[in-house]
């Protein structure tokens, strides 16, 4: 199970183009909770890190770290 929390903006447009991914979403103050029992692929991964600053990886916490030390490189090659 991942859970997401999208930011404002993005949580617009998942709600609105991508909500077929999801097993479950839940508006609140900060944006959209995106619920989804997956396994967690390259392809989600790479889905997660396009929404940059404006999501945060709630559960699990091992994926929560990888995605932080994948946005560290990015910022090291710049």
């Known amino acids: 199970m991942i859970k997401l929390q999208f930011g404002e903006s993005a949580g617009r447009f998942v709600q609105e183009y991508q909500a077929h991914r999801a097993d479950?979403?839940?508006k609140n103050d900060r944006g959209i909770l995106f619920e989804k029992n997956t396994a967690v692929t390259d392809e989600v991964r790479r889905?997660?890190?396009q929404f940059g600053a404006d999501v945060?990886?709630?559960e699990p916490?091992?994926?929560a770290e990888e995605i932080r030390k994948e946005a560290k490189?990015?910022?090291e090659q710049s």
Request: glycine letters at 0%; zero cysteines; charged letters at 20%.
């Open 56 to 58: 945060k990886v709630i």
């Open 47 to 49: 889905w997660i890190l």
């Open 24 to 26: 479950h979403i839940t």
């Open 61 to 63: 916490e091992w994926l």
């Open 73 to 75: 490189k990015m910022l």
